[in-house]
């Protein structure tokens, strides 16, 4: 019987998806996984029974990655799941930054009981005016899954797209529309561009990198739209260019105490994934990857240790293990499981962590799984099976 707990509230078509195999517990010290969105993780004591976390989402800010790398708990997202609804959000921020919608809409609700309002409307209609979209540059930082298909959908409505991602994945590229400028210079970008839209994770080398220097490369009267991270965008430098004329509107979705109602700034309340469609997508993606890794070892989409998968375990024993990325591990192993045969293994790594998977043709031994726990480097070794 495997153990989950929920953290916030979970779409109930992705907890549907757990079999009579599981288990819903209240308290996280016994649960052998965990189902979050937005709670803060960071000053949670994670018991040592605690297997995965599964952010049903992209962002995983509120988790201690590294705190639990180290204890052997494999922290799992779910890129894509909400991209459709960010898109479609970056593409209503663009509409009201071009026309001034919620300006228009707010004068039309001063006027509530003002039987003029038809003729008052005529005179008062050509201070909202604005642009179009089509034939405008629109520039994308980050070609993830959300960054694509706001590309993609950009260029229906006539705008000339540049995407710029250095680390762009094997399946975004081939996503990629062959209409837009995919460019190596994030400059041309800031330069060319009418729109600017960020799409990128919060890293060290990532935060605050829209910050005065790109600004002074960019266009007058810019749009630039954050539904990323609002650390990514020094915003007291935003306020500065909007004041001076040089940034046209700055949307984000994030609020806060610098951008909350200041002149030229459009602040939605991370909004960007709240659909009933990408809640439940997320949901799906996160109870499905918890399931292949609690049952089979298999990880998928993890932020802190590589992904790894033997398909469904049909063998007799099926072993993970954790381990530091050190030379010479998958030797030690191999000397353990001397007397067993090695039906099937994969081992990956990524960064400082390690993991292994072995399918054995027999069942392994408590005396073995004690012998390779003892080998130095080890975080945890698993049974799966």
């Given amino acids: 019987m495997y153990r989950y707990a929920c953290l916030n509230p979970i779409a109930k078509v992705g907890l549907d998806r757990f079999t009579e195999d599981y288990k819903e517990v209240k308290d996280i010290s ?65 509409l009201m930054a071009a026309r001034d919608i919620i300006g228009g809409a707010n004068w039309v609700k001063s006027q509530a009981g003002n039987e003029g309002i038809a003729a008052a409307t005529e005179k008062e209609k050509k201070k909202f005016a604005g642009s179009e979209l089509q034939d405008k540059k629109l520039g994308i930082i980050g070609l993830g899954a959300i960054g694509v298909q706001v590309a993609n959908a950009a260029t229906h409505l006539g705008m000339e797209v540049y995407g710029y991602d250095p680390y762009i994945s094997v399946d975004a590229a081939w996503s990629l529309s062959r209409n837009i400028h995919h460019i190596n210079d994030v400059n041309q970008i800031y330069e060319q561009c009418d729109y600017i839209t960020i799409h990128v994770p919060l890293l060290e080398s990532t935060k605050k990198m829209i910050n005065r220097d790109a600004i002074a490369k960019m266009k007058n009267n810019v749009v630039i739209l954050n539904y990323a991270r609002d650390l990514l965008v020094d915003e007291e430098a935003v306020l500065e260019a909007i004041e001076a004329g040089k940034v046209h509107r700055y949307v984000s979705d994030f609020p806060n105490t610098v951008t909350a109602g200041k002149p030229g700034v459009i602040v939605t309340p991370h909004l960007g994934a709240s659909t009933v469609e990408s809640e439940d997508n997320c949901a799906v993606m996160a109870v499905n990857e918890l399931k292949n890794f609690l049952e089979n070892g298999n990880i998928r989409n993890s932020v802190n240790y590589p992904n790894c998968d033997l398909g469904i375990c049909t063998a007799a024993s099926r072993l993970a293990i954790y381990h530091k990325n050190v030379k010479k591990m998958i030797s030690r192993f191999t000397d353990v499981l001397s007397d067993t045969n090695i039906q099937n293994m994969s081992n990956t790594s990524k960064g400082d962590y390690a993991y292994t998977l072995f399918d054995l043709d027999t069942p392994v031994s408590e005396e073995v799984v004690s012998q390779l726990r003892a080998i130095e480097g080890v975080i945890k070794v698993r049974v799966v099976r």
């Fill in 30 to 94: 016994e649960a052998d996984a965990v189902l979050v969105r937005s709670a803060n993780m960071h000053e949670m004591e994670l018991p040592d029974t605690l297997q995965a976390v599964a952010r049903a989402g992209a962002g995983v800010n509120n988790i201690p990655l590294d705190k639990c790398a180290e204890k052997g708990i494999v922290v799992f997202n779910t890129p894509g799941a909400n991209a459709n609804g960010v898109k479609e959000l970056v593409f209503a921020g663009m």
